[in-house]
Nanobody, 117 residues
Framework: QVQLIESGGELVQPGDSLRLSCAAS????????LGWFRQAPGKEREFVAS???????TYSGDSKGRFTISRDNAKNTVYLQMNSLKPADTAVYYC???????????WGQGNQVTVSS
């Protein structure tokens, strides 16, 4: 069974940095795309970043230049390095993968990131 477990979310101040991790289990993910989405209170879930099997990355307009997605296939783990955090980045962050699919079809439980002074 495919499982994704996020970690690293916490309360930080504006301007701080934070790194989220997502450990995948239940299959080998080296050939799958991995991504991060987020959902703020009262808003729909939105795309943040993704990385494909070859390491090609894609970012939302808001995350580009501040966030960096990376993967360690040996550890079946994907990371999201977030710099220059803003209160608007406050959300539950979800890890996802496209396992045997062209769409993201497995999701983690979510990890809260709060940016506040």
């Amino acid at each position: 069974q495919v499982q994704l477990i996020e970690s690293g979310g916490e309360l930080v101040q504006p301007g701080d940095s934070l790194r989220l991790s997502c450990a995948a289990s239940g299959a080998a993910f080296s050939s799958n795309a991995l991504g991060w989405f987020r959902q703020a209170p009262g808003k729909e879930r939105e795309f943040v970043a993704s990385i494909n099997w070859a390491g090609l990355t894609t970012y939302s307009g808001d995350s580009k230049g501040r966030f960096t997605i990376s993967r360690d296939n040996a550890k079946n783990t994907v990371y999201l390095q977030m710099n220059s955090l803003k209160p608007a980045d406050t959300a539950v962050y979800y890890c996802t993968t496209s396992y045997r699919s062209n769409e993201f079809n497995f999701w983690g439980q979510g990890n809260q990131v709060t940016v506040s002074s």
